[in-house]
């Protein structure tokens, strides 16, 4: 199997795949200094098409499975299909979903997808006359990709003119801003679901919740992912709502337009006070959220994935372990802003040996020395694993405390939540309908031994 893409959603995908008995070898492109230790790293970068359908060519490749979401909405499933290769992800006209908010909102409205009012602007006098007419806090978003920088949530209609004028006018993402989404601000809880899609049938992937602002109490710029949680103890009947108004219908959405969704589906969501919306969807897994969901998963991922890619997926709820996950995200100094690379990293083989912790490198590297040094703004994910959400919360921080790195910065208050007595609290057991599926499986911390890997690598 190939992964392409060099982050810590790919460490935790190679690391998830490699436990697997369907797969026997597997590279990465471009890797990290993680997925290294694990898999084969092949200097191919995630947005050559052409360089990587010809590895996976030339390698006999069973089955590539793509973590990031610009070489989905470049085409990368198309260009894999006309070669007769297997690729786990969407085709160029399915992965519009993220590629275009414009699209995506047109998308819903036509299909009766709950989500938030909205109009699309390519005009900023427009737009502004709308923003002022709403009367209400609004959300102004990049119709195209742009880093997870495309969207604004404002607090008053100044910031949104503001917003709206910047992507319009100043173009200050450039062309993926040239046509913008103005929606309603929506409020209550932000959830993520993932569904593994095979075109026609999907199985549900446990519950997530991330944290996306980059200090704590929610304070500071929005970033990438700060840190997640799953599974979600939600009230009775809001998965099989999102099941039944979210995923369904936008499947069978696409069946119908003339492009079958073969993937990871990944819907955004805000639980409302009138039930769960969409706030957007993605074409890929999430980052962190897969970190914290794969660990959860008692199944060969690679039979799955491929599975899905060809059209098979098991009618079926998708196996887990009775374990709750926590990822707390290891950032550089002045992320998500500007921040230093190559600075020197120690402490993992000690944080390694906390029970139940797998740390997934996302913008690492190695120097000549085999010194591992950071290579972006979020460096490390480190994920606890255990029976309750404060075991996993407190090794994942007990962990943390063992790293260390010059300017190293990270959230104190991931999944931190007030749990009452005798009850599981927030991001525990799945939901008492046992929509998850399966039930208890594997021995618990067994699963967790990708540092000793890494450290053999």
């Not at 085409?75 to 894999?80: E, K, M, S, T, W």
């Not at 085709?91 to 109009?119: Q, V, Y």
């Not at 992320?335 to 740390?359: C, K, N």
Request: glycine share 14%.
């Amino acid at each position: 199997m190939l992964v392409v893409g060099g982050g810590g959603r790919e460490h935790a995908l190679v690391w998830k795949l490699g436990q697997g008995s369907s797969v026997t070898d597997l590279f990465c492109a471009p890797g990290n200094a993680g997925t290294g230790a694990l898999a084969t790293n092949v200097g191919v970068a995630a947005t050559d098409l052409e360089g990587l359908r010809d590895f996976a060519s030339r390698e006999g490749i069973d089955l590539t499975v793509v973590g990031p979401e610009e070489p989905l909405v470049r085409g990368i499933a198309d260009v894999f299909a006309r070669a007769g290769l297997l690729l786990f992800g969407p085709s160029r006209d399915a992965a519009r979903i993220e590629g275009s908010k414009a699209f995506a909102k047109e998308f819903m409205a036509r299909h009766g997808i709950p989500t938030a009012p909205f109009e699309i602007f390519t005009d900023a006098a427009r737009a502004r006359a709308y923003i002022e007419s709403r009367g209400r806090p609004v959300v102004v978003k990049a119709d195209g990709l742009a880093a997870g920088k495309g969207a604004f949530v404002c607090a008053t209609p100044d910031e949104a003119v503001k917003a709206a004028t910047d992507l319009l006018e100043h173009l200050v993402l450039g062309e993926a801003g040239r046509v913008v989404v103005v929606e309603d601000r929506l409020e209550g809880q932000e959830l993520s679901v993932l569904a593994l899609c095979d075109g026609e049938s999907y199985m549900l992937l446990p519950p997530a919740r991330d944290h996306k602002r980059a200090f704590d109490g929610d304070t500071g710029p929005n970033t990438g992912g700060m840190g997640a949680y799953a599974p979600v103890t939600l009230p009775a009947g809001v998965l099989e709502a999102v099941r039944e108004r979210v995923i369904a219908p936008a499947i069978r959405g696409m069946a119908r337009e003339g492009f079958p969704y073969r993937g990871v589906l990944y819907a955004g969501l805000m639980l409302t006070r009138d039930g769960p919306a969409v706030l957007e969807f993605n074409c890929r897994f999430g980052d962190p959220e897969t970190q914290v969901i794969l660990p959860l998963l008692d199944e060969d991922l690679g039979e799955l994935l491929a599975a899905a890619a060809r059209g098979e997926l098991p009618r079926r709820e998708v196996r887990v372990h009775d374990r709750c996950a926590v990822c707390v995200v290891i950032a550089s100094e002045g992320y998500p802003g500007s921040y230093r690379r190559g600075v020197p990293i120690s402490g993992l083989d000690r944080a390694a040996e906390v029970p139940g912790v797998v740390i997934f490198e996302a913008g690492t590297a190695q120097d000549e020395a085999g010194r591992l040094l950071t290579a972006g703004g979020r460096v490390l994910g480190v994920t606890g694993c255990g029976r309750s959400l404060e075991e996993a919360r407190e090794r994942a921080y007990r962990a943390c405390a063992r790293i260390s790195f010059a300017g190293m910065h990270y959230r104190r208050d991931i999944a931190a939540f007030p749990v009452p007595s005798g009850q599981a609290g927030p991001g525990l057991a799945p939901t008492s309908s046992g929509s998850h599926g399966g039930g208890p499986r594997g021995n618990g911390d067994a699963c967790f031994r990708m540092e000793e890997g890494r450290e053999r690598g």
